[in-house]
């Protein structure tokens, strides 16, 4: 069975500073690893994903992540985060393939709050 | 190109009744899959519909039921509503059911209580 855990359930940050969400996963297969944003009172929204390839993965907002399979964590982090960017964020996992249904399993979510 | 759509957004309903949500997939996809989101967790997998047929199911009992429609749109019903239901229900679509390359598009959800 697989299972993501989110390190933090809530972590304030000051406007402009740097920050990194912490996801540790498990998982006896390999895995497809995807970061979602719910920001309030909306559904969910993909941020990024790691499907294969290079272990760096970059959203279009200034959001990366790194896959390290020794450690199985894909931790997310952004250099200097804005006020827009409060959300909560889930770090999710699936199984690579074609299987009965393309489930994804989610982390229990990390609020986001931004000081100015 | 239309997103995903999930109608109503608040529902309050009492212990014991039963409820229908409904969702419409995006624009070319022929899966829905629907989780539960229950205050302060991350979404759960309730099941997923691909082409009218249940394609997989998460650990829900069979009070929760669903179904899929030719336009590849589905509804989530739930019947003998407990008080622990109360939550935020989100539809996704996608292609090709049981494929994990594609991406999963979430609707805004239907925010239901249950008192």
């Known amino acids: 069975a697989q299972s993501v855990t989110q390190l933090d359930s809530q972590v304030p940050v000051f406007e402009e500073a740097p920050v990194e969400l912490r996801c540790n996963y498990s998982s006896s297969v390999s895995v497809y690893l995807f970061w979602y944003v719910q920001y309030p009172n909306q559904g969910l929204q993909l941020l990024l994903k790691?499907?294969?390839?290079?272990?760096l993965v970059e959203s279009i907002n200034g959001f990366e992540a790194e896959f390290n399979k020794s450690q199985t964590s894909f931790h997310l982090r952004k250099p200097s985060v804005h006020i827009s960017d409060t959300a909560e964020y889930f770090c999710?996992?699936?199984?690579?393939?074609?299987?009965?249904?393309?489930?994804?399993?989610f982390g229990s979510g990390t609020r986001l709050s931004i000081r100015p | 190109e239309t997103g995903v759509t999930q109608s109503p957004t608040h529902l309050i309903k009492t212990r014991g009744q039963q409820v229908t949500l409904r969702c419409s997939s995006q624009s070319g996809h022929n899966t829905v899959s629907w989780y539960q989101q229950a205050l302060g967790q991350g979404p759960q997998f309730i099941f997923q519909y691909y082409r009218e047929e249940e394609n997989g199911r998460g650990n829900f009992p069979p009070r929760f039921s669903g179904l899929q429609f030719p336009n590849y749109s589905s509804e989530l019903n739930v019947n003998a509503l407990e008080l622990d239901d109360s939550a935020l229900y989100l539809c996704?679509?996608?292609?090709?059911?049981?494929?994990?390359?594609?991406?999963?598009?979430f609707g805004p959800g239907t925010r239901l209580t249950v008192l």
């Open positions: 999710a996992v699936t199984t690579p393939g074609y299987s009965s249904a393309s489930k994804i399993i």
């Open positions: 790691y499907l294969s390839g290079s272990t």
């Open positions: 996704a679509s996608s292609l090709d059911g049981g494929s994990s390359y594609n991406e999963q598009f």
